[in-house]
């Protein structure tokens, strides 16, 4: 994958992509990320590259004369041949979808795909009408820039990325993964998994990801729990599953209305309330 970022503060990248599964996937050949200087895309002296909005208001805005430019210098295809070329241009805004798994997902398909960093209090709204072909947000808050949500982005699509981890299962079992369980569906009910995988592990089904302990079995008192050490995988999974349900019950239960729950789960539900 080409990764393309436009940014005013190209130096602020040189920590979040230099290292972990980023790094691995870039010296593997798998990622290609170039970051763009949207100042080398001015024509006066001062290199700006904000103005004050029409109508007034406070704070500054990006102009859109260099960042099409900038964009129209990588030669990326038209808006409406991006799909079927599986490029995309995204401007990271305050006012865009939302990122999730599945966004992350969908842009882990892509050959090449460049991300514009917004600054100050906003980008020209042409910038998003007429040259992006999606906004994207990573949470309902404001952040000073989209440079750190690029880096989230770039993180979170190369994970994805076939290679890019050591263990291809491990995304399946992580959470918001709403793919097909290791095991079983993503509803537990028992089917036969489509890939062989040891019985003891399962999908998060779109759910928040179950506990994971580590040796010693007894750290000052606090002991893993009984089952996972019993060897029984089928009791293992089962905890598992329950586990997942009340973490994203207690932590994340809007979840619980997007994720399909079989008898299985409602019944683990009803253990987990009787206990």
């Given at each position: ?151 989230v982005i770039v993180d979170a699509v190369t994970r994805l990325i076939p290679g890019a981890l050591g263990n291809e299962a491990s995304t399946r079992q992580e959470s918001f993964y709403a793919g097909p369980e ?94």
């Amino acid at each position: 994958m080409e990764v393309h970022i436009i940014t005013i503060f190209p130096d602020l990248f040189r920590g979040p992509l230099d290292y972990g599964i980023v790094r691995r996937a870039r010296e593997a050949g798998l990622l290609n990320i170039e970051i763009q200087d949207l100042r080398a895309f001015t024509r006066d002296r001062h290199r700006t590259v904000d103005d004050r909005p029409f109508g007034g208001g406070e704070g500054m805005i990006l102009k859109p004369e260099p960042i099409f430019e900038c964009v129209e210098s990588l030669n990326v295809a038209p808006r409406d041949q991006r799909v079927a070329s599986r490029q995309s241009v995204v401007l990271l805004s305050a006012q865009g979808k939302r990122f999730d798994q599945k966004l992350a997902s969908e842009l882990s398909e892509l050959d090449r795909m460049v991300l514009i960093c917004g600054r100050y209090e906003g980008v020209d709204e042409r910038v998003g009408a007429y040259l992006a072909d999606r906004e994207i947000s990573i949470g309902d808050y404001v952040l000073s820039g989209g440079e750190l949500g690029a880096a989230v982005i770039v993180d979170a699509v190369t994970r994805l990325i076939p290679g890019a981890l050591g263990n291809e299962a491990s995304t399946r079992q992580e959470s918001f993964y709403a793919g097909p369980e290791l095991g079983g569906d993503s509803a537990g009910d028992g089917a036969r998994p489509t890939q062989a995988k040891p019985d003891s592990t399962c999908g998060s089904g779109g759910l928040l990801d179950y506990p994971h302990y580590t040796r010693p079995a007894d750290f000052r008192g606090m002991k893993v729990p009984e089952v996972l050490v019993n060897g029984n995988h089928e009791e293992i999974k089962r905890w598992r599953r329950r586990s997942a349900l009340e973490k994203t019950a207690s932590n994340r239960p809007d979840l619980l209305q997007s994720v399909p729950l079989s008898e299985r789960d409602r019944e683990l539900i009803g253990e987990s309330r009787e206990q």
